[in-house]
Every structure is written in C-alpha cells, then in structure tokens.
C-alpha cells in the first residue's frame, strides 16, 4: 500500500468518524469550541521574551536595575492605592537573582499573571524584541522584519 493510499483510508476514517477538514480536523459540531486563542500566544509570546531576559540579565547583572528602576518610577504614579501587583515584585526584586529568573520564566498561570505586570520593560531592545519567531507573534500582527524571520522563513 503506498502512502497516498494509506492517506486516503485515513481521510474516509475520519470523514465517517463525522469530521470534515479545514486546516486541521475539526468536528462538525459546531457547539465544540476551538482550542485556538490569541491570549495563550501572547501568553507564550511573554514566556519567550521573559525567558530572552533572563538570558540577557544572566549575562549583564546590571540590567537589573532596569527592572527595580521602572519599579521606583511606577511608585510616584499611585497616592495611597497602591496595586497589589506592585508590592509583588517589589518583594520579588529583592531575592537573589536565580529566584527571580525561576518566577519571570516559571509557565504557570502565576507566572502568566505576574508577566503581565513585569517590570523588565526596558531590558531588551526594540530589535531584540521584533527578532521573536514567528510563532510568537499573533496572527493579527504583521510579522516583525529582522534576520532571525529571514532565517526562518528561508528554512
């Protein structure tokens, strides 16, 4: 059996099975709701920034006190309400700096939600940020211009 006989047994197995293609097979159901979300690649897309910085600090100490400096500015902005997030990091910031990696890099839905309060705006440069992968960015967003697209889109 060759294998375009062996890829059409299995498309007549899931067209029976009561699915029908689209990019990928997806039931016909249409109560069934899609796994896809723009919040978990921009979620992903922070992971990898996030893990770019830890990189980049791990190699440069004194970026961090990019992250504790956004820190002091961010305080002059608030009277007497303060967020809660803010005192988070101002309690991460003073661990030594392996903890500090762990939480910025840690894929769980804390570390998603302290993510979207980071303080490490800053750390990385505008190109460091627009060479991200493709995979990375939503698809709404034109895909950024730099050599790593270019590698990327060659292969």
Request: hydrophobic content about 35%.
């Amino acid at each position: 059996m060759t294998a375009a006989d062996r890829m059409r047994r299995m498309r007549e197995r899931r067209k029976a099975d009561g699915l029908k293609p689209v990019v990928t097979w997806v039931a016909r159901d249409a109560r069934v709701r899609p796994t896809y979300s723009t919040h978990r690649l921009l979620e992903a897309r922070s992971l990898a920034m996030h893990a770019v910085i830890a990189q980049k600090i791990e190699r440069e100490p004194d970026l961090l006190n990019i992250a504790r400096n956004n820190l002091t500015r961010w305080r002059s902005r608030w009277d007497d309400d303060v967020p809660t997030w803010y005192h988070e990091w101002c309690e991460i910031m003073h661990r030594p700096w392996p903890e500090i990696a762990a939480i910025i890099t840690e894929p769980s839905e804390e570390g998603a939600r302290l993510r979207q309060s980071s303080p490490f705006a800053g750390v990385l440069s505008a190109v460091s940020t627009r060479r991200q992968p493709p995979s990375c960015h939503c698809s709404r967003h034109r895909l950024p211009r730099g050599p790593l697209t270019v590698l990327r889109r060659a292969v």
